[in-house]
């Protein structure tokens, strides 16, 4: 149609003669307003009035520390299907199809150890058959073979080993991947530095925080700790960036229903924003597995010590 490509060429133009900082500009808020799911982000907060039982009982100060460290190891796990008049074909087919892809694997460095089979299911398949009872057209519902699906995990090291494996199941029609998870062998030691670092940033924030106290420094009476890993795969982003998702679906043209082209939504790797006292200092461009720590120290308020002294007073 005529305007929308009226349209296009004033989108053109204006991108051709706006400033290299504004179209930054324009292209982030573009990004921004969209709508996404998934994805883990952090937003920043006022402070909360205390209750008097919480100003007068103990004061709190928190260190968070966030740590990135590279995978060991990718697992993929493959659904391998089959459909036949009986079990038996099925199962030969599947027999066929793991074969092969184990060969395949094997020869680019992969141990069998690092491949397991798991047997899903077999289930029957069943169509409609037309048939004449009692002089009417009856569509009958028969079974007609069965489904079989066996589930393939492989290890590997590396994103390109990943690629490799996966490629080497495509060549053999197998394309159905149901998980692509990272793990790393040395999960234990990076929550074990996070921790460390964290209780290390609360630590030197009590040094300025409970300074205003002067000499008479408030004792500790608790401390409390999480300590989390956050995986790539749980750090991606799916969102919606389309004009057409304007229009309804419904839409007519000339009461002529309109069916409308299958649209993807765009999904991105987002990485973690933890927003703690100390964080990575890269950006999260490639998939790695990040470890949060927090730590919370709770130290006995001066005020306590004065309002046990009143109610003493009073007694």
Known sequence: MHVPKLVCTS???MLIIAPHSQLAAQFSGARGGVSHVGGHGAAGGQFTPLSPEVAEGFITIEGKAELR????EIRIVLAVTAEGKTSVECMTEIESSVAALKKGWQEMGVQMDEIVD???SVLPRYEFELEEVRGKNVAVERKSGYLMQSNLHVSVKDDAEAMRAIK??????????IAFDYWSKEIDD??????????QAAQEKAKVMLAVFGDQKPPVINIQESTNAYYPQ???????NDYGEQYSSNANWRDTPMI??????????Q????DGDVQAKELPMRSEITVVSAVRVYYQSPAANSKHRLDKDDD
């Open 11 to 13: 989108l053109v133009v």
């Open 69 to 72: 460290i590279k995978p060991t």
């Open 260 to 269: 409308r082209t299958f649209r993807p939504k765009n999904t991105y790797y």
């Open 118 to 120: 798991d047997f899903i």
């Open 271 to 274: 990485g973690l924003n933890a």
């Open 234 to 240: 749980s750090m991606y982003v799916e969102f919606e």
């Open 168 to 177: 080497i199941a495509f060549a053999n029609g197998v394309t159905d991947i």
């Open 190 to 199: 990076a929550k074990s530095r996070a921790r460390s670092h964290a209780i």
